[in-house]
């Protein structure tokens, strides 16, 4: 199994770009996850879905996007980047009645 | 308000030197709390969950213990190889999918 797998590793946007950051699990987990990692801070909650066609907000929803057409797949969307964006983004994806959330390697984005 | 404070903020061992890292929580209800180990440049890794006061778990050199207030991290004789950020978090009673993270302890074990 190869896990928990986000693209790209790294990425620079200007302000106002859009892009999809991509996470993807091989593991058959129904939940997943999106957070971001700021300097000095724990880990916050930005969307999460509980299967295939149903996603909610998480703690710092606001200027994302997510979609789950698939189990495997769970794409995160920014639009219209702004530099609060600038941080790294994990994507976690969890096996139903379990509570060990499995994490990517992450994406460090930074809005210039 | 959940929250979760971790402390100290960076601890520096000598290899061989024991210790532990402290994890604070105020939750509503705590359904479980959670020690992950994240590398330099890498995803959070899953070490330990505890769910209720008085609970203990060891991994190799580690040991999780859990209390009503906050849980501890006892690493014992320390290798450098356990350098590595130490995250603590909660999830709350019907807050099911929520992970509530602390900042995290920046561990170095130097030779």
């Known amino acids: 199994n190869a896990g928990v797998t986000q693209t790209p590793k790294f990425r620079i946007l200007k302000i106002g770009q859009s892009m999809t950051l991509q996470c993807a699990q091989d593991?058959?987990?129904?939940?997943m996850y999106w957070y971001r990692q700021d300097p000095g801070m724990g880990l916050k909650l930005i969307y999460y879905s509980v299967g295939a066609g149903i996603t909610d907000k998480g703690e710092v929803p606001n200027g994302y996007n997510v979609s789950r057409s698939t189990t495997e797949d769970f794409p995160l969307r920014l639009e219209l980047a702004a530099p609060s964006q600038t941080s790294v983004y994990f994507c976690?994806?969890?096996?139903?009645?379990?509570?060990?959330?499995?994490f990517g390697p992450g994406t460090r984005l930074t809005v210039l | 308000e959940d929250q979760v404070t971790q402390s100290p903020e960076a601890l520096r061992l000598q290899e061989g030197e024991s210790s532990s890292l402290n994890c604070s929580y105020t939750v509503s209800g705590l359904r479980g709390l959670f020690w992950y180990r994240q590398d330099p440049g890498k995803g959070p890794e899953f070490l330990f969950t505890l769910y209720s006061a008085g609970e203990e778990k060891e991994k190799e050199r580690l040991k999780a213990t859990l209390t009503k207030k906050e849980s501890f991290l006892h690493i014992t004789a320390p290798k450098p190889e356990d350098s590595a950020t130490y995250l603590c978090?909660?999830?709350?009673?019907?807050?099911?999918?929520?992970?509530?993270f602390g900042a995290g302890t920046r561990l170095a074990v130097h030779p």
């Open positions: 593991m058959n987990h129904n939940y």
């Open positions: 978090a909660v999830q709350a009673a019907g807050g099911y999918n929520k992970l509530i």
């Open positions: 976690a994806s969890r096996r139903t009645g379990t509570d060990e959330q499995f």
